[in-house]
C-alpha cells in the first residue's frame, strides 16, 4: 500500500516570510501569487502572528467514528452540513502552512523562533548563509525544521515557491486523521494515480481552489474562489451496488430504479445532513447526474453535481480584504 496521492481535504494558506531584512523578504515574494503569503521584518511579532493563527484553526477532518468500539476501523462521517459548518468565515485562508524564516537575526535567531512555533504539522523552511549550514543540518536532522535553503541561492524567489508548494501538499497530507489501513479502505480513491489525475484536471478545469471529503454519499465538496459549491460523488463498485440495494428496499420509483441500475446516472437524493429525503424523490430526474467511469486500481464512478450550492465564506472576499503584507 503506498502513499496517498489525495489529501483529505486542501485550502489555500499562508506562508509567513520572517526576515530583519525588509527588502530581501520583499524581493523574494515577488513571484509569489497575491494573498498566498505574509511578511515580517521582526521576528517576535511574526512568532506571534504565527501561534495567533493556530489558535483559529479548525479540523476539518474531525470525524464521528461509526463504532463505538475502538478496536474497530475508525470509520469518518463527515455530510456537508458537518463542513459547511466550518466555513462561515475566512480563517483558513490565514492558516500558517508553511513559515521561512532567516537563521541570522537579532534578539532571535531561525532555530529558537523554529522550537517556539506549537503546531507540530507547521511546515519550517530555514533560511541560511554559508556560516550557518552546519546548524541547518543539525537542525533538519532533528525535525526542527523542514528544508533549509542559502540566501545566495540561484533564482531564489522560484525556488522558494516549488519548495512551499511541495511542503504545503505535505502539510495537507499529514492532517489525515485516520491510519493508512483505514483511510485505503473507506476512500481508496485517494490511492489512486488515475483517479488523483482525473480529480486534479477537474479541479483545475473548474477553478477549484478547495475541497473537502464528504461522507453520505461519499466524495468531495469542491468550492471555487467565489464561492460556488459543486459535489462530486464518488463510488466504488461495491458502494454503488449496496446503494442500489438502499434504494430498491426503499421501494422508489421502478422507472427511477431502472436508470440507476444501468449506472449511467447516480442518485442524489441526501439532504445537508447526509439523510435520505423521501420528498426528493418525488422530481427524481432532477437529482440524478451523469456518471462517468475512471479505470484505475478499481473502477470508481463520479457524477459531478455543478455549483449547486454556495458557501458563507470565499478566496475572493478573503483576496479582497484589504491588507499590508509587510507587519
Known sequence: ???????????????????????????????????????????????????SQNKLIENFAKGLPMSPDINAPQQLILPQNHICKKLNTLNRFAEPSVVVVDFSMPHLNGLDLCSQISNPNTKKILLTGVANEKQAIHALNSDLIDFYIGKNEDDLPNRLKSII??????????????????????????????????????????????????????????IDRFGAMSRLLVYTTDEFTHTLSELNEKKINDECYSVLASRSHAPFFQNDDGEYEPSFMQNWQENIYPMEVINGDQDYFCA???????????????LDMPSNRLH
Open 165 to 222: 508548494a511541495t511542503l504545503n501538499k505535505r502539510y495537507f497530507m499529514e492532517l489525515m486523521p485516520l491510519s493508512k489501513q483505514a483511510a485505503h479502505t473507506q476512500i481508496p480513491y485517494l490511492f489512486d494515480t488515475e483517479f488523483a489525475d482525473y480529480f486534479e484536471q477537474l479541479c483545475e478545469d473548474m477553478d477549484i481552489v478547495e475541497y473537502y471529503y464528504v461522507t453520505n454519499p461519499g466524495g468531495f465538496l469542491m
Open 304 to 318: 459531478l453535481i455543478k455549483k449547486k450550492f454556495r458557501c458563507l465564506s470565499s478566496f475572493q472576499e478573503y
Open 1 to 51: 500500500m503506498g502513499k496517498p496521492e489525495l489529501s483529505l481535504f486542501y485550502h489555500p494558506t499562508l506562508a509567513v516570510y520572517i526576515d530583519d531584512n525588509k527588502e530581501f523578504i520583499q524581493s523574494v515574494t515577488m513571484k509569489s501569487d497575491p494573498g498566498s503569503f505574509a511578511l515580517f521584518d521582526d521576528p517576535h511579532e511574526g512568532l506571534v502572528y504565527v501561534e
